[in-house]
């Protein structure tokens, strides 16, 4: 199974590809967007080449899964991404799937990151019939545990992780939120 291409009502999620490289470099230039990635700190144009072979080798590792380029009226919002497990805490490939999004700083407060992170979870366990779907940010980053609150998914732990040059903020940790496909069926049911 390839990636589907996907619809919300204000935004199309269209696999990643070539195309949307310069998209992905304004995307890391942004230093604040960058501010709880990474190392902190916008990325240059090599550095985003380079990850964004990276984004589109995702799409190869579990059918159905990988990035998805976002756009609304045929602008370019950011990007969203279902991916497998990377680490061995956070549990078996097979049935999970992390969730992630990025977006132009233009395109915050709107509600487009919850837009676009809904459709993925309801693509997630409807479509590819995951079992489980997860999240992490910094525990300090607000916006994005905002976010992954309203689209139902719960707070899981925090953890401290082993950064190579941490960034401020990395001292309160990571925090890690979830759903499964049963509480998500349940949430769908109560509405």
């Known amino acids: 199974m390839s990636q589907a291409t996907l619809r919300t009502r204000r935004l199309t999620l269209v696999p990643l590809a070539d195309d949307h490289l310069d998209y992905e470099v304004e995307l890391d230039s942004d230093p604040e967007v960058m501010r709880y990635l990474g190392n902190g700190t916008a990325r240059s144009r090599a550095e985003v080449e380079r990850l964004h072979r990276n984004r589109l080798a995702a799409a190869t590792l579990v059918p159905g899964l990988g990035f998805w380029a976002g756009f609304q009226s045929g602008q370019f919002v950011g990007w969203w991404i279902l991916e497998p497990p990377e680490r061995a805490e956070q ?8 969730l992630g999004y990025r977006l ?28 489980r779907i997860f999240a992490e940010t910094m525990a300090v980053n607000q916006a994005s545990r905002a976010t992954m609150a309203s689209v139902g998914l719960r707070y899981v732990r925090t953890f401290v992780a082993d950064w190579d040059e941490p960034i401020p903020g990395a001292e309160h940790g990571e925090v890690e939120y979830a759903i499964t496909r049963q509480e998500w069926l349940g949430q769908r049911a109560a509405q």
Do not use: I, S
């Open 91 to 98: 549990g078996p490939v097979e049935g999970q799937a992390g």
């Open 104 to 131: 132009l700083r233009r395109h915050w407060r709107q509600g487009l990151a919850t837009e676009g992170a809904r459709e993925l979870v309801r693509h997630g366990f409807e479509d590819l019939r995951l079992d």
